[in-house]
């Protein structure tokens, strides 16, 4: 499988330097030191440096929630600015045969719910848009997210579409368009939060799940 | 008759002790992959190895951390699984996109390299059957100087935590 990441965006590539640097500090402090010693390290990096309180890459200027429209796994009109309004949702383009990133990402994300308060897990939207159009079918995204929610209270909300309706998603989302057949994506987790904003996103690291936990209840309010 | 003197005598049996030490010495350098009986650290030697359970029937991904001990670059030439009947190495390339190594990958000398996710896995193609946790999955890999290793990878829950690798002693 191939994963493009993230856009090369000024914050995105400060956040990275911050990290990498964190990483060689906390390295250079214990020769064993554990990965939550090292994210807190970098997470307290980051506080100092942007101001910002996200363990995840901030998004500078924040983006609005979107609006596209797609089919969830029922069949149905999904409308996802509408749909998803007012409620803290995660949103990930991806597919279901990728072996990698994707499976890790859904589970980090499901990791990171089964830790926050039961009210917030409940309301907590996770959007999963396929990138793959010839191969992921309702019932393929159905099976597949089944494997990731199955012991939370709300489910994953799987959608397709055409090639034109999930290049125009991913482009009112502002992520990168994917390409091989949706083989090559970003693997950004955006986070809105309950006042339609993405200010943060999440890639793939050894504490994804953490990062998203802490980052879900600033934008929620709970924190 | 004259007797050399013993000073010269002892010199010179240190010089040829000295020179079958050398001689002894090159022989795993070269013949360390066939030497069963070497007592030496494996060249290369593989952890924290995992397959990740998958959430599809159609391919699972494995992970290792690969420990170069020896004092020389080796390169992973090729891969194979006993979980399907197709198994390729992939890595993040200089892009941070992924895809096929197919010049193999290289362990620089006294180095190690992780597999993880977003970084490189051994792709599991055409899976002979469901993988679930708790099942193990043997993975040959073929270094070009170290030869095969074998690897035996526990399947992992699709949410459990991944194992962490534990180099050579």
Known sequence: MKVLLARARWAAVLAVALTALGSLLAGCGSSSGSAAKS???????????????????????????????????????????SATAGKPTLLFFGYTNCPDVCPQTLADITNALTTVPAK???????????TDVKHDTAAVLKSYLGKFDVDLPTKFIGLYGTQSEIDAAQVASHITLAEDGGQTHSAEVLLYGSDDYARVAFLQSTNESGQIAHDLQLVSGVK | MIRPPLSLLVAGLAVLIGMAGLVRGSIPQTAAADSASSVQT?????GGAYVREPATTVNAAAYFTIFNTSDTPDVLTSVASGAGAAASLHSETAS??????????????????????GKGHVMIEKLYGTLTAGQT???????????????????????????TATGPK
Not at chain 1, 120 to 130: G, S
Not at chain 2, 42 to 46: G, H, K, N, S, T
Not at chain 2, 96 to 113: E, R, W
């Open chain 1, 39 to 81: 994210s807190a390290t970098t997470a307290e990096l980051n506080d100092r440096v942007n101001g910002s309180t996200y363990q995840g890459v901030g998004l500078t200027p924040p983006q609005p929630r979107p609006q596209f429209t797609l089919k969830d796994t029922s069949g149905r009109t999904f409308k996802f600015g």
């Open chain 1, 120 to 130: 917030l897990k409940a309301e907590t939207q996770v959007v999963f848009v396929t």
């Open chain 2, 42 to 46: 494996a060249p290369i030697v593989v």
């Open chain 2, 96 to 117: 941070g996109g992924m895809k096929i190594t197919s010049a193999g990958l290289t362990i620089p000398a006294k180095s190690s390299i992780a597999l993880s996710p």
């Open chain 2, 137 to 163: 999955v043997n993975l040959q890999l073929t270094f070009a100087r170290a030869g095969e290793v074998l690897v035996t990878a526990p399947v992992v829950g699709l949410l459990a935590p991944a194992p």
